[in-house]
T-cell receptor, first 114, second 116 residues
Framework: EAGVVQSPRYKIIEKKQPVAFWCNPI?????LYWYLQNLGQGPELLIR????????DSQLPKDRFSAERLKGVDSTLKIQPAELGDSAVYLC????????????FGPGTRLTVL | AQTVTQSQPEMSVQEAETVTLSCTYD???????LFWYKQPPSRQMILVIR??????QNATENRFSVNFQKAAKSFSLKISDSQLGDTAMYFC?????????????FGQGTRLTINP
């Protein structure tokens, strides 16, 4: 069974440019999470989806960040425009909505904003 | 508020030694789960071990075991016979239910280095 897939693995952009990250969760996992992980810190939840619905986006900076999961499978996280402080690793995770709903993490996208 | 604290930013031991990573948490919840995750350099985070708060028996997974002290809100990870492949960031995490959803809160992490 394939794990959570994320792309790109690395992205370097200049400030004020837009950037997008893509995530494909484990097949059958209804719940999808986007986390922000600053250097030397633990992940912090940005947004959680149940199928195609964003049910917890309280930590998402909505002035520049947006996310979508149109068909309830893949998801995209976008930043526009990027700022220097957005340099971090963006992790995607998925889980089942019931039973043993352990979260499985993707490898992350390391963003560097110059 | 639910918080998780890892007071050891870095630790280093020799291969085959035993090492214990500390974690404390703060919560008013009664039902919750605790986890230790491992994040190797440039690799994805994987679950090492989990503990249900209602279980008194400490969880064990091969060389990994926990010391869960519910009253003290302490959840330490012991790695026995450490191996070079254990080198990684280790995150303690706490999971609780709120508004019908499961939320996962992570500590700051401990960077563990196993030296040959």
């Amino acid at each position: 069974e394939a794990g959570v897939v994320q792309s790109p693995r690395y992205k370097i952009i200049e400030k004020k440019q837009p950037v997008a990250f893509w995530c494909n969760p484990i097949s059958g996992h209804n719940t999808l999470y986007w986390y922000l992980q600053n250097l030397g810190q633990g992940p912090e939840l940005l947004i959680r989806y149940e199928n195609e619905e964003a049910v917890d986006d309280s930590q998402l900076p909505k002035d520049r960040f947006s996310a979508e999961r149109l068909k309830g499978v893949d998801s995209t996280l976008k930043i526009q425009p990027a700022e220097l402080g957005d340099s971090a690793v963006y992790l995607c995770a998925s889980s089942r909505s019931w039973g043993n709903n352990e979260q499985f993490f993707g490898p992350g996208t390391r963003l560097t904003v110059l | 508020a639910q918080t998780v604290t890892q007071s050891q930013p870095e630790m280093s031991v020799q291969e085959a030694e035993t090492v214990t990573l500390s974690c404390t948490y703060d919560t008013s919840e009664n039902n919750y789960y605790l986890f230790w995750y491992k994040q190797p350099p440039s690799r994805q985070m994987i679950l090492v071990i989990r503990q249900e708060a209602y279980k008194q028996q400490n969880a064990t997974e091969n060389r990994f075991s926990v010391n869960f002290q519910k009253a003290a809100k302490s959840f330490s990870l012991k790695i026995s016979d450490s191996q070079l492949g254990d080198t990684a960031m280790y995150f303690c995490a706490f999971r609780f239910s709120t508004q019908g959803a499961q939320k996962l809160v992570f500590g700051q992490g401990t960077r563990l280095t196993i030296n040959p």
